[in-house]
T-cell receptor, first 118, second 112 residues
Framework: EAQVTQNPRYLITVTGKKLTVTCSQN?????MSWYRQDPGLGLRQIYY???????DKGDVPEGYKVSRKEKRNFPLILESPSPNQTSLYFC?????????????????FGPGTRLTVL | GQQLNQSPQSMFIQEGEDVSMNCTSS?????WLWYKQDPGEGPVLLIA?????ELTSNGRLTAQFGITRKDSFLNISASIPSDVGIYFC????????????FGQGTELSVKP
C-alpha cells in the first residue's frame, strides 16, 4: 500500500530536549516536505527536499533541521524545542513534475504528529 | 512567508445546499490545488489546476483557475454530510515543484 508514515504520532516533551520526528515514504518519490498546521494559519511549509541531499527552506524553517540521506526518509529535527513549536506536523511526498512543466503530482500526506512542548 | 487569503474561514450549511469558497493572492501562481482534510488525518488532493481559466470537475466538486492567475475558487454542489472537513487551497509558483503555499482553510459543517 502506497503511504507516508510518521513517528511518533503524539509526543509531549520539555523545552530544550532534542527530538526527531521520522518520515518515510514507499512510493520512490523525489519530493518530500514538512509542514506545520496551526489554527487559523493553515499549513505552513517548514522545509522541502527535491531529491537526496537536496533540501531547501520553506516559509517557517527557524528552529528546525532536516536531512535527506536516503530517498525514502526525511526526518525533522528540533535541536532545542520551544513551546512555540507546539503544533501538528505533517510530512508529505510527491513525484517530480514532468520536465518542462510545473504539474504537481498528487502530494501524499502522512497521518500527522501532534507535538506539545512544555 | 506569503500565504494565500482563503475565504470564508468557516461555513455552516444545510445538506443539499451548494457551497463556494475562494482563494486570492497578490502573486501569480502557475498551479492551484484544492485539498480536503478530514479530522485526525492529513490533507488529500481533490483537484489540480494548471492553466489560467481552466475549469475542472471531480464529481460534485468544480474548481477554476482564475484568468489573472492570482485566484481560484472551489464549488461543491448538493452538499452531503461527508463533505464535512477543512478545505485548503494551495499554490505553486514557477518550477518550484516542492514549495507549496497553503491558504488558511475553510471549515465546512453540513447539517443533515
Amino acid at each position: 500500500e502506497a503511504q507516508v508514515t510518521q513517528n511518533p504520532r503524539y509526543l509531549i516533551t520539555v523545552t530544550g530536549k532534542k527530538l526527531t520526528v521520522t518520515c518515510s515514504q514507499n512510493m520512490n518519490h523525489e519530493y518530500m516536505s514538512w509542514y506545520r498546521q496551526d489554527p487559523g494559519l493553515g499549513l505552513r511549509q517548514i522545509y522541502y527536499s527535491m531529491n537526496v541531499e537536496v533540501t531547501d527552506k520553506g516559509d517557517v524553517p527557524e528552529g528546525y533541521k532536516v536531512s535527506r540521506k536516503e530517498k525514502r526518509n526525511f526526518p525533522l529535527i528540533l535541536e532545542s524545542p520551544s513551546p512555540n513549536q507546539t503544533s501538528l506536523y505533517f510530512c508529505a511526498s510527491n513525484r517530480r513534475p514532468p520536465s518542462g512543466t510545473s504539474h504537481t503530482d498528487t502530494q501524499y500526506f502522512g497521518p500527522g504528529t501532534r507535538l506539545t512542548v512544555l | 512567508g506569503q500565504q494565500l487569503n482563503q475565504s470564508p474561514q468557516s461555513m455552516f450549511i444545510q445538506e443539499g445546499e451548494d457551497v463556494s469558497m475562494n482563494c486570492t493572492s497578490s502573486s501569480i501562481f502557475n498551479t492551484w490545488l484544492w485539498y480536503k482534510q478530514d479530522p485526525g488525518e492529513g490533507p488529500v488532493l481533490l483537484i489540480a489546476l494548471y492553466k489560467a481559466g481552466e475549469l475542472t470537475s471531480n464529481g460534485r466538486l468544480t474548481a477554476q483557475f482564475g484568468i489573472t492567475r492570482k485566484d481560484s475558487f472551489l464549488n461543491i454542489s448538493a452538499s452531503i454530510p461527508s463533505d464535512v472537513g477543512i478545505y485548503f487551497c494551495a499554490g505553486l509558483r514557477g518550477n518550484q515543484g516542492g514549495k507549496l503555499i497553503f491558504g488558511q482553510g475553510t471549515e465546512l459543517s453540513v447539517k443533515p
